[in-house]
């Protein structure tokens, strides 16, 4: 070993081998760059969308809700807050000038108008082709319009239809007191929920009471007297006031108008104004013919408080209308206090009425014995014969009286009873009724949200349903709220399996075949086990279910990496396909040629072989199909498919090359399933991993932080959020990860090496020998539990302990290049110069690039002697590495002492560039500066060696010798004694 100072062989690193690589991508042509995790706006906006629905940033859309001739109202999930909202939008091809414009107005002024019966509003932005879109809350219910046409008369549930009304004109007296009115007042814009919660909606035509626009863009069409126009005139015209229907300027009591009108189809079941065409119904509008509609309100026998408040509302002139919807809130709600009013008086009259009835039957009874007592006084004995047959009279007239109003008490208490049971039935029958409307929306829900992969939706609606489940009208529901049930474990089973195949535990992503045993338990579970249950049932099984796509991914990954006999049968008999069925024949019998030619017919896109997303990622991860061919199937669904989770992990998982350059195109496919699935920290994982390998340390551990947040019960979320941190230099946070990946899972040894392997770095030596023998003891063939173990031995001097275990690591893995530089030094500890330089030499063989293997190489070289091969590795150390200090010190002496000063003197001043403060390099540079006689150049190196390290004692020798060879120089020769 070398006595020269600071020259030191490299100790063996402790990171995990570096055969273990990380999962790989190819860059699609339609996702831009991003520099940051998520970080472009381009890529947060791709969100999962249901087919045919346009894509919302920040949001999935479920559904189609309704449409208008201008717009349409989507259901859609927040995604950032998980909560159900409502999206409106344009109709492709309405974004005009003026309807842009509209449409934003109309959320500023809804988000204006914070009141109950308004829905509020949370975000206005933009979609992708530059129209507007409005997020506001949901109302699960049906518009007002709905419930009035759904009346058998309408006299039919007048109270509730009249407590709605109220609401209606309490949100537009809000408006109206902020200073807007809504100029669109109708029943079809008025929403009611399923619990009665009414919401005021669309705000489109609403303008300041100041404002004087009034004018909008043309229509595309509508059906007379019932769209809004978008012309001319603005409003509707079967709800329109006169000065509207004009094109006068208009205030708040054209929204009264609008309310009687709506209070007039209340009581009447009639529209105000109505025509064959719209200009016939606006031309009534303007002329204010409500002749007929007077004489409907007239004759409809509903309250007189009632229709004279409609008819107020609806006249001619705007002066004889009340101020504003407050006005008429306040009618109504006097109105429906009255009539409560009046129930209760009526209540207190027939109990007063009954009491009456009672004190005179008493007083009856009294005066018949009065009037008994003065004939026996007044006729004696004489006429007591007639007084007892006047009483007998009264017996039998009392009794007949008490026995008619026993009668009477009897019929009206049976007549009470049937009244109860009646109005019992019918309030159970609208229970029913609402518990099957409720039930109808709710088990839609719960499929559409199964189909759609959403177990979290789903069971969210399930919830729902158990609830509603054992009330009256359920029954009808019962098989598709079982199948609902079946269908939501069926689908968290098959999330579980693919979260666990896709989760990267050791270093990479695991193959699918070990999620083979756990697909044969979940299918057997759900009733489907090859060679028992016959291929037909299957097919009756998934032939109406929401989750069939997502069973037959399953099936087929099942099929392609589990060989199960009978599988091809119930492919075939569930999702017959010429292709699928030729491919599945070939997987079956091996003959992967076979399977590669009909991939490749697929990849270049024959039209007769186009395939499913969910075939096309099963099949694009067979790794006996050329990566070439996969990579272009999966591209090619890509494109028809965007958001198919599956297929963009595939693609993520593409590429085995961990290079930057190639890390950046994995990282493109992992964003993009991550905007798919963003609560999935499964997505989060790989592409930490791509963005690690891209060289973005930062991102990388922001998204393995995610992951965490995410997962925080999986122990390799936890495991790469600490491998990250350590290698980024913050070893306190990679030791606490690593204890809590331990404690979520203790029988895993990669978890116990990385944990026994930070424990060493750290200095932390009794714990780390603990961690490290377990995982040895776990896993008794995993070299890289092998390898830390022995480095951590070998740092407490147990050199024979640390010999075995490399030993081990080098036998379980032969070509591990850290395992044998590692070996390769604890040898040369161990004097064995030749078992070193075999080691060393075999690290190198295994990584032409491994430095640290190359720099112990040349400096064992020079020890043996060998400057040529010294010379040689320390050469291509720095070929490898320009920056490398150590390589020219190495090489600076190896140089000096081939006798090749000028090169050496180069080496050490190369050194010397890239690191001033060496201080043996100083001297070295002075020790081959004197080889040439550059004595002067010599001294100030070597005081210069010394200055910065006052103890270098071979500076010091070298100063001292040099500067008496320099005073001898120039010392003048002594003179000769003169002879005598």
Same mark, same amino acid.
């Given at each position: 070993m070398s006595n020269d100072p600071d020259v030191t062989r490299l100790p063996a690193t402790d990171h995990l081998p570096a055969d273990e690589p990380s999962p790989t991508i190819v860059r699609p042509a339609d996702l831009p760059a991003t520099d940051a995790l998520l970080g472009n706006s381009t890529l947060r906006s791709w969100r999962p969308t249901a087919p045919g629905l346009p894509t919302v940033p920040g949001y999935e859309v479920l559904r189609e809700i309704a449409r208008g001739g201008m717009g349409r109202v989507l259901a859609a999930r927040d995604l950032s807050l998980g909560r159900e909202v409502a999206i409106k939008v344009l109709l492709p091809g309405t974004a005009t000038h003026d309807a842009v414009p509209r449409f934003v107005t109309e959320s500023k002024i809804t988000a204006r108008l914070p009141h109950p019966n308004v829905p509020p509003v949370y975000a206005l932005g933009t979609l992708a082709d530059g129209s507007p879109f409005l997020a506001m809350k949901l109302v699960e219910g049906s518009t007002f319009a709905v419930a009035l046409r759904d009346r058998t008369s309408p006299a039919d549930e007048l109270p509730r239809f009249v407590r709605t009304f109220e609401q209606v004109c309490l949100a537009v007296g809000f408006a109206h007191s902020q200073g807007m009115i809504h100029r669109d007042l109708k029943p079809s814009n008025v929403m009611v929920g399923a619990f009665g919660e009414v919401q005021v909606m669309d705000w489109g035509l609403a303008k300041s009471v100041a404002g004087t626009d009034e004018r909008g863009p043309d229509s595309p069409g509508y059906e007379a007297g019932d769209e809004t126009l978008a012309g001319q005139i603005m409003g509707t015209p079967a709800y329109m006031p006169p000065e509207q229907a004009r094109g006068e300027p208009v205030d708040c009591r054209a929204d009264v108008f609008a309310l009687g009108a709506i209070l007039s189809e209340i009581l009447t079941g009639a529209r105000l104004f109505a025509g064959k065409t719209s200009a016939e119904a606006v031309a009534r509008a303007a002329a204010n013919d409500i002749g007929d509609a007077l004489a409907r309100l007239t004759a409809c026998g509903a309250d007189a408080e009632l229709v004279a408040l409609a008819k107020r509302c609806l006249a001619p002139n705007a002066a004889g209308r009340p101020a504003d919807g407050k006005v008429v809130a306040d009618a109504v709600a006097a109105y429906r206090a009255g009539v409560e009013e009046r129930l209760r008086?009526?209540? *207190? !009259?027939?109990?007063? =009425?009954?009491?009456? $009835?009672? &004190?005179? +039957?008493?007083?009856?009874?009294?005066? /018949?014995?009065?009037?008994?007592?003065?004939?026996?006084?007044?006729?004696?004995?004489?006429?007591?014969?007639?007084?007892?047959?006047?009483?007998?009279t009264e017996r039998k007239l009392e009794a007949s009286r008490q026995a008619a109003e026993h009668r009477a008490d009897i019929e009206r208490t049976e007549r009470e009873k049937r009244?109860?049971?009646? *109005? !019992?039935?019918?309030? =159970?029958?609208?229970? $029913?009724? &609402?518990? +099957?409307?409720?039930?109808?929306?709710? /088990?839609?829900?719960?499929?559409?949200?199964?189909?759609?992969?959403?177990?979290?939706?789903?069971?969210?609606?399930?919830?729902?349903?158990d609830r509603r489940a054992s009330a009256p009208g359920a029954e009808d529901f019962r098989a598709r709220i079982e199948r609902c049930r079946k269908d939501r474990a069926m689908l968290v089973r098959l999330n579980q399996i693919d979260d666990q195949r896709w989760t990267p535990t050791r270093g990479s992503v695991p193959p699918p075949s070990t999620a083979v045993p756990h697909w044969a338990r979940a299918f057997a579970d759900y009733g489907i086990v090859p060679k028992t249950t016959a291929p037909a049932d299957v097919s009756r099984l998934?032939?109406?279910?929401?989750?069939?796509?997502?069973?037959?991914?399953?099936?087929?990954?099942?099929?392609?990496?589990?060989?199960v006999p009978g599988l091809t049968e119930i492919l075939h008999a569930a999702d017959a396909d010429p292709v699928r069925d030729a491919i599945r024949a070939d997987v079956r019998h091996k003959a992967w040629d076979r399977v590669g030619e009909l991939v490749k017919g697929i990849a270049d896109g024959t039209a007769a072989l186009e395939q499913p997303a969910r075939f096309v990622a099963a099949v694009g991860i067979v790794p006996e199909i050329s990566r070439e061919r996969r990579r272009a199937l999966l591209e090619r669904a890509v494109v028809r498919t965007p958001n198919d989770f599956a297929v963009l992990m595939g693609l993520g998982g593409a590429h085995p090359n961990t290079a930057p350059d190639v890390a950046g195109e994995r990282v493109r496919w992992y964003q993009a399933a991550v905007s798919v699935r963003p609560?999935?920290?499964?997505?989060?994982?790989?592409?930490?991993?791509?963005?690690?390998?891209?060289g973005k340390q930062s991102d990388s551990i922001r998204c393995f932080r995610d992951a965490v947040r995410l997962g925080p019960g999986n122990a390799w979320c936890r495991y790469n959020l600490a491998k990250a941190l350590r290698d980024s230099g913050d070893l306190p946070g990679a030791l606490a990860e690593l204890r809590e990946a331990v404690r979520l899972d203790p029988g895993e040894a990669r978890i116990r090496d990385a944990l026994g392997s930070a424990l060493g770095e750290n200095r932390e030596l009794a714990g780390a020998l603990t961690e490290l023998r377990e995982a040895v003891r776990l896993d008794p063939e995993y070299a890289g539990a092998r390898y830390n173990l022995g480095n951590v031995l070998r740092s407490q001097r147990d050199l024979k302990g640390a010999l075995a275990e490399y030993r081990e690591a080098v036998r379980i893995q032969p070509d591990m290049p850290d395992a044998l530089n590692a070996l390769g030094n604890a040898l040369w500890d161990a004097r064995d110069l030749t078992g070193a330089e075999e080691c060393f030499r075999k690290a190198v063989a295994s990584d032409k690039n491994f430095i640290n293997a190359r720099y112990n190489l040349g400096l064992l070289l020079k020890q043996k002697g060998d400057l040529p091969g010294a010379i040689t590795e320390y050469r291509e150390v720095i070929r490898l590495?320009?920056?490398?200090?150590?390589?020219?010190?190495?090489?600076?002496?190896?140089?000096?002492?081939?006798?090749?000063?000028?090169?050496?003197?180069?080496?050490?001043?190369?050194l010397l560039d890239l690191d001033p403060n060496h201080s043996a390099g100083h001297n070295g540079l002075g020790n081959?500066?004197?080889?040439?006689?550059?004595?002067?150049?010599a001294?100030?190196?070597?005081?210069?060696?010394?200055?910065?390290?006052?103890?270098?004692?071979?500076?010091?020798?070298?100063?001292a010798e040099s500067l008496k060879e320099k005073a001898e120089r120039i010392a003048p020769p002594p003179r000769e004694a003169k002879k005598p």
């Open positions: 008086t009526s209540e *207190r !009259q027939r109990a007063a =009425d009954a009491a009456k $009835a009672i &004190e005179l +039957r008493k007083r009856r009874r009294v005066q /018949v014995a009065l009037a008994g007592a003065v004939t026996l006084l007044l006729f004696g004995a004489a006429g007591f014969a007639v007084w007892e047959e006047q009483q007998a009244e109860a049971a009646f *109005r !019992q039935q019918v309030k =159970d029958n609208e229970a $029913a009724a &609402e518990n +099957r409307q409720a039930l109808t929306e709710l /088990v839609k829900r719960c499929e559409e949200a199964l189909s759609a992969n959403g177990e979290l939706a789903a069971g969210a609606a399930l919830v729902e349903i998934l032939e109406h279910s929401p989750i069939r796509e997502r069973v037959l991914a399953a099936l087929e990954l099942w099929h392609l990496f589990g060989a609560q999935s920290f499964v997505p989060r994982m790989s592409l930490g991993i791509a963005l690690w390998d891209q590495d320009p920056k490398y200090a150590r390589a020219y010190y190495g090489l600076g002496i190896a140089l000096r002492a081939s006798d090749d000063a000028p090169g050496a003197i180069a080496a050490y001043r190369k081959a500066l004197k080889d040439t006689g550059d004595l002067d150049g001294i100030a190196a070597f005081r210069e060696a010394l200055r910065l390290n006052p103890n270098n004692s071979a500076a010091k020798a070298n100063l």
